[in-house]
């Protein structure tokens, strides 16, 4: 029987090398592996089927709020860039382009499509009538800047979702920008599991051509801080770059005000390294692509009785993501093992004593817990677990957030915390020049956020000891 079975696991402790696990981790759960084309990666169903999860919930808020999808063309104009000035500067370095010979024009591939997308709210916005205009799309980006791929986090091209929008009052725009950050931090802290800080990027950190970029930031458990999504008030640089102007009630022309927002697939990432173990992935129950797996177990004399109580096991549960193993030639051991590697969260056994009992086990996959569970109880009993996992997960990553923030006391107590990768509190005076002396002396450490709440009395700036103007955080980031 075991002659078909390979070994499982992950090779590497999360403790020992965060990397390599990390590596294994996606690549032997099947989430997603390294592509022939350099720095490009291909996303696996079970990759994807997380992003469709992640898709389906994030489209509902947002069709809520009014949000239409459309799309819009992969390549952009070289002309549309040096509309924007800033906007230009800050993407030219991550460009790919490719030469029209007929036309004698360079396209790039869109690294983001606020460009693309405002050419046609130019002639789409004629009045106050057309506003507010809340377009998303979700689609596919490039960005030619990376010099070594890891999965899901850092890769040339990568899956996400960008949100645009105009409206006629800088109070509306400034007001639904932060609509879409809080709608962020749902996602992450709801469907997720993971908790987030919410606040404002540094001038040297904002996104090129922005007025205000608003950002969100998780703790990996290698110290590192990573960039959940961001939302960003755009002010009226890209009307007035791109044309857009409507008549207002007054029969006065305007400009109006814009802001754009997003997340990417850098988000599945996010939940492997939160979560998961050294057995390998734990995947919070409201995002796994299957939420349970049932593996009979038997002998051949009672393999066709133990199946069909299977069976009937699951298409009693048909409320939820359920996977029925019944492979030949595996052991129950061996499909226990790969169903932790891929993280499925709830595991039920059923064998021929279990049948007489009209029970089963029930094992979790974050913490292993088994129990014994009566088939008439058993969907009550799984809401509840799969409700206390999703909890216990969101708890723990929490505890390991908040026990890893530190306010440092003086520039020496900052550097030593920044090596102790911890995630440091310290005030600022928000000049860029500081910000990269304080980089370039920590080994990289940046600017993650400015919190939205700040304490009523700002000390002076933990590196150059001028004023400070906030409190900021500060880290090493992916």
């Given at each position: 029987m075991a002659k078909k079975e390979e070994k499982l696991g992950i090779n590497v402790k999360k403790a020992d090398d965060f990397s390599e696990w990390y590596n294994e981790a996606v690549i032997k759960s099947e989430l997603a592996e390294h592509s022939v084309i350099k720095g490009f990666m291909v996303i696996r169903p079970r990759g994807y089927a997380i992003w469709e999860?992640?898709?389906?919930?994030?489209?509902?808020?947002?069709?809520k709020l009014g949000v239409k999808n459309a799309y819009f063309p992969l390549l952009i104009p070289d002309y549309f860039f040096k509309k924007e000035a800033e906007h230009a500067k800050g993407f030219a370095p991550e460009l790919a382009w490719i030469s029209e010979k007929e036309e004698g024009i360079r396209y790039a591939v869109r690294p983001t499509s606020e460009t693309i997308m405002y050419d046609s709210y130019g002639k789409w916005i004629r009045s106050w009538r057309d506003l507010p205009l809340r377009i998303n799309q979700w689609c596919n980006i490039l960005r030619w800047e990376v010099k070594q791929t890891k999965l899901f986090l850092?890769?040339?091209?990568?899956?996400?979702?960008?949100?645009?929008?105009?409206?006629?009052?800088?109070?509306?725009?400034?007001?639904?920008?932060?609509?879409?950050?809080?709608?962020?931090?749902?996602?992450?802290?709801?469907?997720?599991?993971?908790?987030?800080?919410?606040?404002?990027?540094?001038?040297?950190?904002?996104?090129?051509?922005?007025?205000?970029?608003?950002s969100l930031e998780a703790l990996m458990p290698d110290g590192k801080a990573l960039q959940m999504g961001t939302s960003h008030n755009l002010g009226q640089n890209f009307a007035k770059a791109f044309n857009i102007k409507y008549l207002g009630k007054d029969e006065k022309e305007y400009l109006p005000w814009q802001n754009s927002w997003g997340f990417s697939t850098r988000l599945i990432g996010a939940i492997v390294m939160v979560h998961s173990d050294d057995k390998g992935l734990v995947l919070p129950p409201k995002v796994a692509p299957t939420q349970i797996v049932i593996v009979p177990i038997y002998k051949s004399d009672n393999k066709n009785k133990i199946i069909k109580k299977a069976s009937e096991i699951k298409n009693k549960l048909k409320t939820y993501s359920v996977k029925l193993d019944d492979r030949d030639g595996y052991t129950p051991g061996w499909k226990f093992n790969e169903w932790e590697l891929k993280g499925v969260p709830l595991r039920i056994e059923i064998g021929p004593k279990d049948i007489v009992k009209?029970?089963?086990?029930?094992?979790?996959?974050?913490?292993?817990?088994?129990?014994?569970?009566?088939?008439?109880?058993?969907?009550?009993?799984?809401?509840?677990?799969?409700?206390?996992?999703?909890?216990?997960?969101?708890?723990?990553?929490?505890?390991?957030?908040?026990?890893?923030?530190?306010?440092?006391?003086?520039?020496?107590?900052?550097?030593?915390?920044?090596?102790?990768?911890?995630?440091?509190?310290?005030?600022?005076?928000?000049?860029?020049?500081?910000?990269?002396?304080?980089?370039?002396?920590?080994?990289?450490?940046?600017?993650?956020?400015?919190?939205?709440?700040?304490?009523?009395?700002?000390?002076?700036?933990?590196?150059?000891?001028?004023?400070?103007?906030?409190?900021?955080?500060?880290?090493?980031?992916?």
């Open positions: 999860n992640i898709q389906n919930y994030f489209d509902k808020q947002i069709k850092r890769t040339r091209e990568f899956l996400w979702q960008e949100g645009h929008c105009v409206y006629a009052t800088e109070n509306e725009c400034e007001r639904e920008t932060l609509i879409y950050l809080k709608e962020y931090k749902k996602l992450c802290e709801e469907l997720l599991a993971i908790p987030v800080l919410e606040g404002k990027k540094t001038e040297k950190e904002k996104f090129a051509g922005a007025k205000t970029t608003y009209n029970q089963v086990v029930l094992v979790r996959r974050d913490d292993n817990n088994k129990e014994f569970v009566k088939i008439t109880q058993l969907d009550k009993k799984i809401k509840s677990v799969l409700d206390d996992m999703q909890k216990s997960l969101f708890d723990k990553a929490k505890k390991f957030l908040n026990s890893n923030i530190v306010e440092a006391k003086d520039w020496n107590d900052f550097v030593k915390q920044i090596k102790n990768r911890k995630l440091v509190k310290a005030f600022f005076c928000g000049n860029v020049e500081c910000e990269d002396c304080i980089k370039d002396k920590t080994g990289g450490a940046t600017s993650r956020l400015i919190p939205l709440e700040q304490p009523g009395k700002i000390g002076k700036c933990v590196h150059c000891n001028k004023e400070g103007k906030f409190l900021v955080y500060f880290g090493k980031a992916y």
